[in-house]
T-cell receptor, first 115, second 116 residues
Framework: SAVISQKPSRDICQRGTSLTIQCQVDSQVTMMFWYRQQPGQSLTLIATANQGSEATYESGFVIDKFPISRPNLTFSTLTVSNMSPEDSSIYLC????????????FGQGTRLTVV | DAKTTQPNSMESNEEEPVHLPCNHSTISGTDYIHWYRQLPSQGPEYVIHGLTSNVNNRMASLAIAEDRKSSTLILHRATLRDAAVYYCILRDVRRAGGTSYGKLTFGQGTILTVHP
């Protein structure tokens, strides 16, 4: 298994500000994934972060709004920039462990409220 | 990305079996069928996955149709702790920088309610 720690677990932020979410994994992984879960909705992939290269963003998400860092094989950050109330969501970090049983592991999420 | 279709919600009684259906008519030959569940206020957790044959683990069983266009997650004896949103996902294999990885595209899932 993989243990994923996200910080902060929740935050309330003023519109126009930025929040950086940290994701720490207890073992080295190649790919890390960032998801958004809007209230009452399913998860949507924001981007895929490969260590040593720029993140790959999904349609509808851009680097200026959601810059991602991936400085090493166990850590990543997602910044939500220039926030508006529409950014109020749960943001989740995920990694995939490949092997005999390929599965993804998710952090507990960061619950963000923008006021 | 391949898509899946699931009922919005299902209900069960405790200690009874639950069959959660999923349709994936556009599945490709290399797509693995994955099931995850999300308990309240938690991130999703892996349940089971399969390619063609039926699969069993300590949590559940996965029955895959012969044409692979549908599958059913089976909880043999539902407990209150099984109340969650269950997601049926086709794992799409991607490559980047020489590394292959799986992209998971979540649908709306099935909200399972378990009654005492």
């Amino acid at each position: 298994s993989a243990v994923i720690s996200q910080k902060p677990s929740r935050d309330i932020c003023q519109r126009g500000t930025s929040l950086t979410i940290q994701c720490q994994v207890d073992s080295q992984v190649t790919m890390m994934f960032w998801y958004r879960q809007q209230p009452g909705q399913s998860l949507t992939l924001i981007a895929t972060a490969n260590q040593g290269s720029e993140a790959t963003y999904e349609s509808g998400f851009v680097i200026d709004k959601f810059p991602i860092s991936r400085p090493n094989l166990t850590f990543s950050t997602l910044t939500v920039s220039n926030m508006s109330p529409e950014d109020s969501s749960i943001y989740l970090c995920s990694v995939e462990r490949q092997g005999a049983r390929t599965e993804a592991f998710f952090g507990q999420g960061t619950r963000l409220t923008v006021v | 990305d391949a898509k899946t279709t699931q009922p919005n919600s299902m209900e069960s009684n405790e200690e009874e079996p639950v069959h959660l259906p999923c349709n994936h008519s556009t599945i490709s030959g290399t797509d693995y069928i994955h099931w995850y569940r999300q308990l309240p206020s938690q991130g999703p957790e892996y349940v089971i996955h399969g390619l063609t044959s039926n699969v069993n683990n300590r949590m559940a069983s996965l029955a895959i149709a012969e044409d692979r266009k549908s599958s059913t997650l089976i909880l043999h004896r539902a407990t209150l702790r099984d109340a969650a949103v269950y997601y049926c996902i086709l794992r799409d294999v991607r490559r980047a920088g020489g590394t292959s990885y799986g992209k998971l595209t979540f649908g709306q899932g099935t909200i399972l309610t378990v009654h005492p």
